[in-house]
């Protein structure tokens, strides 16, 4: 174990340092406190990173540099790389990037900014918090991914998907944001599983020549459903839409109402949130949107039970 702390009780009060002295295997241990410090992982394999805590660390970056932590840079790479525990909060537009790495895990952190990744593989972001961007909460680019029961929150997009990556989405929340909760294009992958996207300008956007399953998601309280091009190669399946304007758009200038992309085990109607104005977004017991297909309940977060449930 070799710790950082600020006030001299650790190995290293620089988290660089410390990381650059680390080993296979090896755990960087982060003490609590708020570090204006920038970190570049880079040449390490199977390494972790360890905060103290999201609301005990906090990294800053520093002023001269865009971005606060980078994991993998050309030409050398990052394997095996484990992050957790920590806040990251946006330098010059950009909080954190992932470039020509493989197998990077970033688990129960928040980002406060964009988290850009290029040419990785094996990207896996859980049970974390990432929001507050001017531009995308996530951008991806030719790289695999896996989000899994993550938060995205306040944003111009929630999630954009480029190149020829492949991703998938499951049981995220996402929300607030201007623009779609999510976009894939150019040639790009996705499966989105188990989703809510709600109180967005737009649902999903499946753009390009992109290939889509998207079943089991909650689209609700956004201007659009789904927003889905002809060159697109999109199947849906069990998904709750239940928006302010249209559900199903045909991309093209402009876009047109598209009813007849409907899938017949679609379901229309009020998904019967807890609380969707504090950010609630599980099913009230009465919900319809319960057993449907394989899913014992659509969206991202299990519902309520009857005090009956509950005994």
Same mark, same amino acid.
């Given at each position: 174990?070799?710790?950082?702390?600020?006030?001299?009780?650790?190995d @290293?009060?620089?988290?660089?340092?410390?990381?650059?002295?680390?080993?296979?295997?090896?755990?960087?241990?982060?003490?609590?406190?708020t570090?204006?410090?920038?970190?570049?992982?880079?040449?390490?394999e199977?390494?972790?990173?360890?905060?103290?805590?999201?609301?005990?660390?906090?990294?800053l970056?520093?002023?001269?540099?865009?971005?606060?932590?980078?994991?993998?840079?050309?030409?050398?790479?990052?394997?095996d790389?484990?992050?957790?525990?920590?806040t990251?909060k946006?330098?010059g537009?950009?909080?954190?990037?992932?470039?020509?790495?493989?197998?990077?895990?970033?688990?129960?952190?928040?980002?406060?900014?964009?988290? @850009?990744?290029?040419?990785?593989?094996?990207?896996?972001?859980?049970?974390?918090?990432?929001?507050?961007?001017?531009?995308?909460?996530?951008? @991806?680019?030719?790289?695999?991914?896996?989000?899994?029961?993550?938060?995205?929150?306040?944003?111009?997009h929630?999630?954009?998907?480029?190149?020829?990556?492949?991703?998938?989405?499951?049981?995220?929340?996402?929300?607030?944001?201007?623009?779609?909760?999510?976009v894939?294009?150019?040639?790009?992958?996705?499966?989105?599983?188990?989703?809510?996207l709600?109180?967005?300008?737009?649902? !999903?956007? @499946?753009?390009?020549?992109?290939?889509?399953?998207?079943?089991?998601?909650?689209?609700?309280l956004?201007?659009?459903?789904f927003?889905?091009?002809?060159?697109?190669?999109?199947?849906?399946?069990?998904?709750?839409?239940?928006?302010?304007?249209?559900?199903?758009?045909?991309?093209?200038s402009?876009?047109?109402?598209?009813?007849?992309?409907?899938?017949?085990s679609? =379901? =229309?109607a009020?998904?019967?949130?807890?609380d969707a104005?504090?950010?609630?977004?599980?099913?009230?017991p009465?919900?319809t949107?319960?057993?449907? !297909?394989?899913?014992?309940?659509? !969206?991202?977060?299990?519902?309520?039970?009857?005090?009956?449930?509950n005994?």
């Open positions: 174990m070799i710790t950082v702390a600020l006030d001299g009780s650790g @290293f009060y620089s988290i660089q340092e410390a990381v650059d002295s680390a080993g296979k295997g090896d755990t960087v241990l982060i003490k609590a406190g570090y204006a410090q920038d970190l570049t992982v880079h040449s390490k199977k390494i972790k990173i360890v905060g103290a805590g999201v609301e005990k660390v906090v990294l970056g520093r002023d001269e540099l865009v971005g606060v932590l980078h994991v993998g840079k050309w030409p050398y790479g990052a394997t790389i484990e992050i957790s525990g920590l990251i946006e330098h537009g950009h909080a954190l990037g992932i470039f020509n790495g493989n197998r990077i895990t970033l688990r129960q952190i928040h980002v406060k900014g964009m988290v @850009f990744g290029q040419q990785v593989e094996d990207v896996r972001i859980e049970d974390s918090v990432i929001g507050e961007s001017e531009t995308t909460g996530l951008h @991806f680019s030719d790289s695999q991914v896996l989000l899994i029961g993550n938060f995205i929150h306040d944003n111009d929630g999630v954009n998907v480029t190149g020829k990556s492949s991703v998938r989405l499951d049981r995220n929340i996402i929300t607030r944001n201007l623009f779609e909760a999510v894939i294009d150019d040639q790009a992958k996705a499966v989105l599983v188990s989703n809510t709600v109180k967005n300008g737009g649902g !999903g956007a @499946f753009l390009g020549l992109s290939t889509i399953e998207a079943s089991g998601n909650i689209l609700s956004n201007k659009v459903g927003l889905i091009a002809a060159s697109s190669q999109t199947k849906t399946s069990y998904n709750a839409l239940f928006n302010n304007e249209v559900n199903y758009m045909r991309a093209g402009p876009n047109m109402h598209a009813p007849e992309l409907q899938a017949e679609d =379901m =229309m009020d998904p019967r949130f807890v104005e504090h950010d609630d977004f599980r099913l009230k009465d919900t949107l319960l057993n449907r !297909g394989e899913f014992r309940y659509l !969206g991202a977060l299990p519902p309520l039970l009857t005090p009956a449930h005994r």
